[in-house]
Every structure is written in structure tokens, then in C-alpha cells.
């Protein structure tokens, strides 16, 4: 089978594609036929080194893919052999084959397509336990959503709406505003031209956001804590700028704040019930048509270094999915 190859930590255009063994299906383990492959931010830092999880080269990159499962292992009751599923991978998903643990895959729902379905996991999973269980969203709170045209930002902007917030989008061009209004975001910020501060003071009246959605960290971490209504919940998603930042901790004293960590792996593990019940309800908002997840291109498998340079880049608009043939 044909695989993408991390074979040095470094940058995208040091991947390649070569042939390599189909994976066996041990105890436990689900084979999967890939049929597309979802591209995530974690996937750039990953092969460089850089993410919390750090394979040995060579490894294949990509964390989630959708496909039809071709093989099951010893023990595995709830899948068989035909079965369409979506499933984390934690790396390996850009390859014609990957072989997971059960407990990682789900059923693909019947309104899903194989790209839908290969890029939804990711961002909707993270974005649902992030307001749900992290920040505790009410309905009539103002949420306020930076890097809100990227993957996550947009799921956000989507679940926010769905459980009844106001919602503020702020990202780094028009496009990508333009896109976060399609999903629902009220009120839009370009911060690239005005500054966030003002146009958040503008917007609340003064009296600042309930919960911010962060998933770039930096200088915009810095700017939104001073932003906070007061028993406001900042949300550290993640650092797409690159700089893990410092929360002044008289900050969250003036204004009886929180800085929440949000880390879906480790809650999909601490906590499945809880997990099962985030996607029944995000699987039944998908085929109720109130969730529409935005696929900004379609790439083959041997794309994928141009498909990891363009998120790295920030030229992303919603997802890229990578497609496999067969």
C-alpha cells in the first residue's frame, strides 16, 4: 500500500510517498481502507517534532481518517468487516491502509460522506467539549471566537450558536470572516485591521465576553484576558501563533476569571460516556442541517505535503481533507 512517510522530523516538503507493508490487524484492532483523511493543525507540529505526541520516525502522519473497515481483530464485537467508520488515529491516517483500536473508531452516521465524515472528529469533538463541559456556554452568554475561519474556530462558531450564544468572530481576513458569518457568527472582528480590544468594548458595551474560544494563544491570549466579563472562562485551545503565552494571575483576580485548559484526548479517555453523549447530540445537529462543516479543499494522498504547507501557512479555511482512491 502507498503511504505518506515522516522518515526526519522536519518540515512538510521533507515528506514522501512510498510503498510500505499493509499494517496486520492484531487483538483489539480495526483495519481500516482509508477513503480520505482529515488534515489538522497538530499534524504540522507532529512531524516536526513539536506536538506532545512524538512518534519514531518513519511514521505516517494525520490523525483521522474515514474508510471502510477491510479487517478485524480478536475480540472486537461492535464492528465487522464492511462497516463504514470514522476514527483517531493519533498519526497513520495518510495512507491507503491504518490499523486502530476499536475503542477509537465510531460508525460513520448514514448523512455523512467520506470527506464530511473524515474531518468532522477533530474540530467538532474538540469545539463541543471545549463550550460544553470547559466553559460551561449558557444561552444569552457572549462567546467571542479568535481564529474563528481555521478548522476548530469554525466549529466553534457553529456549536456556540446551536446552544444559544451570541456569538463574536474574530480572524485575520475578510474570507475567513466571511465565512464565520456563514456559520453563524452575529458580529464579526478583523484583528489584522482593528484592534480587538476596541471593537470588543464596542460590541458588549463595555462589559467584556463570558467565554473566549482560543485556539491561537500569543498576542491575542494576552489581548482577551483583558477582554473578560466578569466570571468569564478563557478557553486554551491551542497556540497556532506559536507562542505559548503567561495569564497574569491579578487578571483573573479583578475579574473573577477563569483560564480553562481544553484537551480532547485526554477527556475522550477520562471521560467516554460523556464523549458518547457529545457526538450523539453533535451527529443529530449534522442531520438535522444545523451543522454544515466547511471543507475548504480536496486534496489526492500525494498532496499531502502541499495540504500540511497550506495550513501551516494560515491559507485554510474551514478543512482540507485528503482523498484516497479505491
Same mark, same amino acid.
Given at each position: 500500500?502507498?503511504?505518506?512517510?515522516?522518515?526526519?522530523?522536519?518540515?512538510?516538503?521533507?515528506?514522501?510517498?512510498?510503498?510500505?507493508?499493509?499494517?496486520?490487524?492484531?487483538?483489539?484492532?480495526?483495519?481500516?481502507?482509508?477513503?480520505?483523511?482529515?488534515?489538522?493543525?497538530?499534524?504540522?507540529?507532529?512531524?516536526?517534532?513539536?506536538?506532545?505526541?512524538?512518534?519514531?520516525?518513519?511514521?505516517?502522519? *494525520?490523525?483521522? %481518517?474515514?474508510? &471502510?473497515? /477491510?479487517? +478485524? #481483530?480478536?475480540?472486537?464485537?461492535?464492528?465487522?468487516?464492511?462497516?463504514?467508520?470514522?476514527?483517531?488515529?493519533?498519526?497513520?491516517?495518510?495512507?491507503?491502509?491504518?490499523?486502530?483500536?476499536?475503542?477509537?473508531?465510531?460508525?460513520?452516521?448514514?448523512?455523512?460522506?467520506?470527506?464530511?465524515?473524515?474531518?468532522?472528529?477533530?474540530?467538532?469533538?474538540?469545539?463541543?467539549?471545549?463550550?460544553?463541559?470547559?466553559?460551561?456556554?449558557?444561552?444569552?452568554?457572549?462567546?467571542?471566537?479568535?481564529?474563528?475561519?481555521?478548522?476548530?474556530?469554525?466549529?466553534?462558531?457553529?456549536?456556540?450558536?446551536?446552544?444559544?450564544?451570541?456569538?463574536i468572530a474574530a480572524a485575520s481576513s475578510a474570507a475567513k470572516l466571511d465565512a464565520a458569518r456563514a456559520a453563524?457568527?452575529?458580529?464579526?472582528?478583523?484583528?489584522?485591521?482593528?484592534?480587538?480590544?476596541?471593537?470588543?468594548?464596542?460590541?458588549?458595551? *463595555?462589559?467584556? %465576553?463570558?467565554? &473566549?474560544? /482560543?485556539? +491561537? #494563544?500569543?498576542?491575542?491570549?494576552?489581548?482577551a484576558l483583558r477582554l473578560m466579563a466578569w466570571n468569564g472562562r478563557l478557553l486554551v485551545v491551542g497556540f497556532?501563533?506559536?507562542?505559548?503565552?503567561?495569564?497574569?494571575?491579578?487578571?483573573?483576580?479583578?475579574?473573577?476569571?477563569?483560564?480553562?485548559?481544553?484537551?480532547?484526548?485526554?477527556?475522550?479517555?477520562?471521560?467516554?460516556?460523556?464523549?458518547?453523549?457529545?457526538?450523539?447530540?453533535?451527529?443529530?445537529?449534522?442531520?438535522?442541517?444545523?451543522?454544515?462543516?466547511?471543507?475548504?479543499?480536496?486534496?489526492?494522498?500525494?498532496?499531502?505535503?502541499?495540504?500540511?504547507?497550506?495550513?501551516?501557512?494560515?491559507?485554510?479555511?474551514?478543512?482540507?481533507?485528503?482523498?484516497?482512491?479505491?
Open positions: 500500500m502507498k503511504a505518506v512517510l515522516c522518515k526526519a522530523f522536519g518540515p512538510p516538503e521533507t515528506l514522501s510517498v512510498e510503498d510500505v507493508p499493509v499494517p496486520d490487524c492484531g487483538p483489539g484492532m480495526v483495519r481500516i481502507r482509508v477513503h480520505a483523511a482529515g488534515v489538522n493543525f497538530p499534524d504540522t507540529l507532529i512531524i516536526e517534532g513539536k506536538y506532545q505526541l512524538r512518534p519514531e520516525p518513519p511514521f505516517a502522519p *494525520g490523525a483521522e %481518517v474515514a474508510g &471502510v473497515i /477491510d479487517a +478485524v #481483530g480478536d475480540g472486537v464485537t461492535e464492528f465487522k468487516v464492511g462497516d463504514r467508520v470514522m476514527a483517531l488515529t493519533g498519526w497513520g491516517a495518510f495512507a491507503e491502509q491504518v490499523v486502530v483500536e476499536a475503542d477509537r473508531a465510531k460508525l460513520m452516521p448514514d448523512t455523512m460522506d467520506f470527506p464530511t465524515a473524515a474531518g468532522f472528529a477533530m474540530t467538532y469533538g474538540t469545539s463541543m467539549h471545549a463550550l460544553k463541559q470547559r466553559g460551561r456556554l449558557k444561552a444569552g452568554e457572549t462567546l467571542l471566537v479568535l481564529g474563528a475561519g481555521g478548522g476548530v474556530g469554525l466549529t466553534a462558531v457553529e456549536i456556540g450558536r446551536q446552544m444559544g450564544a451570541r456569538v453563524g457568527a452575529e458580529e464579526v472582528i478583523d484583528y489584522s485591521r482593528e484592534s480587538l480590544k476596541d471593537r470588543v468594548k464596542e460590541l458588549t458595551g *463595555g462589559r467584556g %465576553v463570558d467565554v &473566549v474560544y /482560543d485556539p +491561537v #494563544g500569543g498576542d491575542l491570549f494576552d489581548q497556532a501563533s506559536g507562542r505559548i503565552p503567561q495569564a497574569p494571575a491579578n487578571l483573573m483576580l479583578l475579574k473573577g476569571s477563569e483560564v480553562v485548559g481544553v484537551y480532547w484526548g485526554a477527556f475522550r479517555k477520562a471521560e467516554p460516556e460523556a464523549e458518547r453523549r457529545n457526538f450523539e447530540e453533535l451527529f443529530a445537529w449534522h442531520a438535522a442541517g444545523r451543522l454544515h462543516p466547511r471543507i475548504d479543499r480536496m486534496l489526492p494522498l500525494d498532496k499531502a505535503a502541499e495540504a500540511l504547507t497550506a495550513l501551516r501557512d494560515r491559507a485554510v479555511t474551514g478543512k482540507i481533507v485528503l482523498t484516497v482512491d479505491g
